[in-house]
């Protein structure tokens, strides 16, 4: 007779937390010797109302539902030091619907409510602090923080370099010929 996976998780003590999560392409590169750089995922669960960071956990891959259910597990029976003691939350927001999807049924087993967000923005501070540390310098801002460029203006931008590219002037210009 096989154990039941989650009877540790269900002997746990049942807290009021609310707790953040999400699996989401780090804006970062890892660069290892001998291999292509590439952007790693990170896996975080904070608790909300403490701003605790619950659990972290970097992937090479886009992990499964199954894979973040596994890190959620992980992070409620082994939280990271100076996250408190094991516990369950009584509610998970995540940004990701087909994540809520997929782990909503399972969470309401461990009688955890699981809830889409659109934002997090506590998520989003954290994981901006995490990328500005893995890359020692504050990240990128994106166009639209550049003093003057509005939306219109970038959308200019971008259906200037698509038209572009559907020319593709490369295919029938050489280099020989300079461009004006």
């Known amino acids: 007779m096989a154990k039941d996976p989650l009877k540790k998780v269900r002997s746990l003590r049942k807290t009021d937390e609310t707790w953040q999560g999400t699996a989401r392409l780090a804006r970062v ?7 292509a750089p590439y952007r790693p995922y990170i896996i975080v669960f904070i608790e909300q109302d403490q701003d605790h960071i619950i659990r972290t956990q970097m ?13 959620l597990i992980k992070a409620m029976t082994r ?15 995540l940004d990701d619907a ?3 999807e997929a782990l909503a049924p399972r969470l309401t087993e461990l009688e955890i409510r699981c809830e889409y967000r659109h934002t997090l923005p506590l998520m989003n501070n954290a994981l901006l602090e995490m990328e500005a ?3 020692k ?7 639209l923080k550049i ?5 219109h203006l970038v959308d200019g ?3 200037a370099a698509a038209f572009y590219y559907q020319q593709a002037p490369w295919r029938w210009i050489s280099d020989a010929f300079p461009i004006e």
């Open 29 to 35: 590169w890892i660069t290892p010797r001998n291999q």
């Open 59 to 71: 992937v090479d891959t886009r992990p499964t539902a199954e894979y973040v259910f596994e890190a």
């Open 79 to 93: 939280p990271t030091l100076g996250a408190g003691r094991p516990r369950r939350p009584a509610r998970l927001l």
């Open 98 to 100: 087909e994540l809520v």
């Open 133 to 135: 540390y893995m890359n």
């Open 137 to 143: 310098r504050e990240p990128i801002p994106g166009l």
């Open 147 to 151: 003093p003057g460029v509005t939306p």
């Open 157 to 159: 931008l971008y259906k």
